[in-house]
Each structure stands twice: as C-alpha cells, then as structure tokens.
C-alpha cells in the first residue's frame, strides 16, 4: 500500500516532516527513561556528621547501589538550611540536584521573613524518609526530675532558665519555644552551631536544659550523666519507652518530630520524582537500612510524593503559628 492510498493526499514530505517530530517527541521521555545518567547531587543544608547529613549519607549509598550511578552528597551549610534550599530551588529541574530537607525547611518558610524558595513555585516534594523525637534532657544539678517539675521551676523565676538549641529554627529549638509556648512559662535560648556543642555544655552544666535528637545523648542517658524526662512524640519512643512523653507528662497535643524528606526543583518530570520514590521506599524497607536508621534513633517513613507534598505543608501552617506567637523571626 503507498502512502497516497494509506494517508489519502498527504504528500511524502509531509509525511517525512511528521515522523521527524514523533521523533523528536521521543526524546524526552527516551532520556527520562534511562534516569539517572550521570550522578546525582544530594545537598545538605547542615554540616557533616548531622542527623540530616548522616541518613543522606545512608540513603546515598542505597540509591548508587539501585539506580547504577553514584549520589554525591554536599553540605552547603548556613542561615539554619536556606543556602541549600535557594541552590536546590533554582538548579535545573532534571533530577540531578536534589535537597534533603529537615523539620528547620518547612518552618524558614515563616521564620525568615525574606525567604524567597517555598515548596510550591520552586520546590517539589519527592519522598518522606525518615523521622525521630527528640528528648528532653537537664543537667541533674538543676534539681528536677519531671516535665511538672521543670515548669514548676521556671514559673518561679521567670526568664532566669537558659536551654540550648542546635541552632535558631531547629528542631530543639521549635520544641523548646512549643514547650514555652504550652506551658506558660519563659526560658531564655542560647543557640549553638550545632548539637555536638550543645551536648558537651550540658554534660558540664554550663546550660541545664535542652531538647537533642535521641542518638547522640542516650548512652549519656543509660551512662546518668544526663537525666531524661520525656520524649517529644504523640507515642513513646521505642529507644526510651521508659519515659513519659511530653503529651503524657502534662501538655496534651505536644508533638515535635524531627524528620527528613527529599525535594527537587519544582517542574521536574513526574517520571522522574515517582522513581526517585518508589526506589527510596525500597531501599528504607530493607533490613539493613531499618538497622542504620535504627543506629541514629531514625525510623523509616515510606511516602508517595503527593502524601509528602501534603505533610509538609502542613508542618509550614503549624510551625507558622508558633513563629508567629513566639516571634522566633530571622532576617
């Protein structure tokens, strides 16, 4: 059969101009498909050593292994996580630069009131990964041994007690000014570069209250060098179930997480972001993966990228009612 028989009067040429454009059609969907083709950017927005940077580094592997090309982790640290969200926000939406993003990215998005990246126009969610509660510690020379005890004491002297935090939008910081916040009373912020600082000046009494991520303080915990009082949780802590959490102990409704997702720039090929997801969920179900996250006090958060999208807006409208009543605002 010749084409003016198939095709009725369409001409050769045109016929010739039409593949020519399925062809090209093609294109895209044809690269997408062979996803990843060079290796991929994984930005950090802490230094190393951090939560955020340890479970990227775990995840990294897993995924190099699985999508055959290697996921290079960067930390670009600086203005509590924004100078990696503005790189991420403004790269190329192809899926070779990625952000894994803390509890502290949802809550700069109303604490810094010049933040120009948000989740929506230059951002996209890709995957929930994992998330922790953090523990409320003191040093055992403050005197108190309960939530009730601890709010007791600062009621009496107002503004007198200092906490510590890993750094200003953080997720200790966010419990400790929730915690204000709930119960009434006024504690005084020392922010710190980071949570291994903050450990070491507890440890001395240097400060005497703060809210840290489990991993790094529970053998100072099981050791007595620091006492615990409660988690930050809805449930108990599978690690510490020995502790009340903070709901428990007399703020009902108190829930602080500190937990880790994956965006992309925004308008990045859906093929794209849904492979992305469905091999992070099988990677945070393997065995040995449950065991490192487990390592760090991290459970795995297996999540659709639509399911994502919608928790962490959430986690932008809650934190924005703190900020706006404590007035925890940067520049």
Do not use: C
């Not at 939406?93 to 502290?104: F, V």
């Amino acid at each position: 059969m010749g084409y003016g028989r198939r095709f009725g009067n369409t001409s050769k040429a045109t016929l010739g101009m039409g593949f020519a454009a399925l062809a090209l059609a093609v294109v895209p969907a044809s690269a997408q498909d062979k996803y990843p083709s060079k290796p991929v950017k994984l930005v950090v927005g802490f230094a190393a050593g951090g939560p955020a940077d340890i479970v990227a580094r775990v995840l990294g592997a897993k995924l190099s292994e699985s999508l055959g090309q290697q996921f290079v982790i960067e930390n670009r640290g600086g203005a509590g996580g924004t100078i990696a969200t503005e790189a991420v926000g403004r790269a190329d939406p192809d899926g070779y630069t990625l952000l894994m993003s803390p509890i502290a990215n949802a809550v700069n998005e109303s604490m810094y009131k010049n933040r120009r990246i948000k989740v929506g126009p230059d951002l996209m969610a890709v995957t929930s990964v994992a998330e922790t509660a953090n523990v409320l510690v003191v040093h055992s020379s403050l005197g108190v041994k309960s939530v009730a005890e601890l709010i007791a004491l600062a009621k009496s002297k107002p503004g007198d007690l200092v906490y510590a935090t890993a750094g200003r939008g953080s997720a200790t910081h966010l419990a400790s000014e929730l915690f204000d916040l709930m119960a009434g009373i006024k504690m005084r912020p020392v922010h710190y570069k980071g949570g291994g600082e903050t450990i070491k000046d507890l440890l001395t009494g240097e400060v005497k209250v703060m809210f840290s991520s489990i991993a790094p303080v529970l053998g100072f915990i099981r050791e007595g060098k620091m006492l615990g009082i409660a988690t930050t949780g809805l449930k108990r802590d599978a690690t510490l179930p020995e502790l009340p959490t903070v709901a428990e102990a007399g703020l009902p409704g108190f829930d602080v997480r500190l937990w880790l997702g994956v965006l992309a720039p925004a308008k990045t090929p859906n093929a794209i972001v849904e492979r992305l997801s469905a091999e992070t969920g099988k990677a945070l179900a393997t065995a040995d993966m449950k065991k490192t996250l487990g390592a760090q006090g991290f459970e795995p958060q297996i999540s659709t990228p639509a399911a994502f999208d919608q928790f962490y807006r959430s986690e932008v409208e809650k934190w924005a009612k703190v900020v706006a009543a404590t007035g925890m605002v940067g520049d």
